[in-house]
T-cell receptor, first 115, second 113 residues
Framework: NAGVTQTPKFRVLKTGQSMTLLCAQD?????MYWYRQDPGMGLRLIHYSVGEGTTAKGEVPDGYNVSRLKKQNFLLGLESAAPSQTSVYFC??????????????FGAGTRLSVL | AQSVTQLGSHVSVSEGALVLLRCNYSSSVPPYLFWYVQYPNQGLQLLLKYTTGATLVKGINGFEAEFKKSETSFHLTKPSAHMSDAAEYFC???????????FGAGTRLTVKP
């Protein structure tokens, strides 16, 4: 079972470069999320999607764009990378349900350094 | 908006000792509460969650947590620490839609032989 797969695992960018992080899930989940993790700050929500073709802003959306053209994929874009975007990025997904099965499943993360 | 405070960024225990990781939350609506564990260079894995019902929640690997509304707490415990428990632990809170999950800063647990 692949679950949530993030590509790439590591990346180094120069300031001003652009890149796209890919998140793919094979669990037919409706909801998908992008977080960033910084030391001493836990995870913070960047953007999320409640279904194919929809996106919404989270806690720290500035400097990022997202797209959900296919249900299984959620892309996170950096148009002009800045050193402040050096972080570990996590993708998560969850089913459209309530109660006990309302759980977010996380990918292994993408470590991004912006020089 | 909800928020979480984890007391203690580092906790060190001896193998076999009680593990207690503290979490307090703030929420204007009935919360969902979670504990996740993160091993080095890996993603987050759910340990346990509280949604409704029984306030004492049992999770994987012998961990449990108790939701105390009066204290706005959701502390994580394990009676006897194992070396394999060494990891970083995150407490999180969300509303019932689970679309705005807020994480604490994390507590790094070290287990000494």
């Amino acid at each position: 079972n692949a679950g949530v797969t993030q590509t790439p695992k590591f990346r180094v960018l120069k300031t001003g470069q652009s890149m796209t992080l890919l998140c793919a899930q094979d669990m037919n989940h409706e909801y998908m999320y992008w977080y960033r993790q910084d030391p001493g700050m836990g995870l913070r929500l960047i953007h999320y999607s409640v279904g194919e073709g929809t996106t919404a802003k989270g806690e720290v959306p500035d400097g990022y764009n997202v797209s959900r053209l296919k249900k299984q994929n959620f892309l996170l874009g950096l148009e002009s990378a800045a050193p402040s975007q050096t972080s570990v990025y996590f993708c998560a997904s969850r089913p459209d349900t309530s109660g006990a099965k309302n759980i977010q499943y996380f990918g292994a993360g993408t470590r991004l350094s912006v020089l | 908006a909800q928020s979480v405070t984890q007391l203690g960024s580092h906790v060190s225990v001896s193998e076999g000792a009680l593990v207690l990781l503290r979490c307090n939350y703030s929420s204007s609506v009935p919360p969902y509460l979670f504990w996740y564990v993160q091993y080095p260079n890996q993603g987050l894995q759910l340990l346990l969650k509280y949604t409704t019902g029984a306030t004492l929640v049992k999770g994987i690997n012998g961990f449990e947590a108790e939701f105390k509304k009066s204290e706005t707490s959701f502390h994580l415990t394990k009676p006897s620490a194992h070396m394999s428990d060494a990891a970083e632990y995150f407490c999180a809170v969300s509303d019932r839609n689970n679309n705005d999950m807020r994480f604490g800063a994390g507590t790094r647990l070290t287990v000494k032989p």
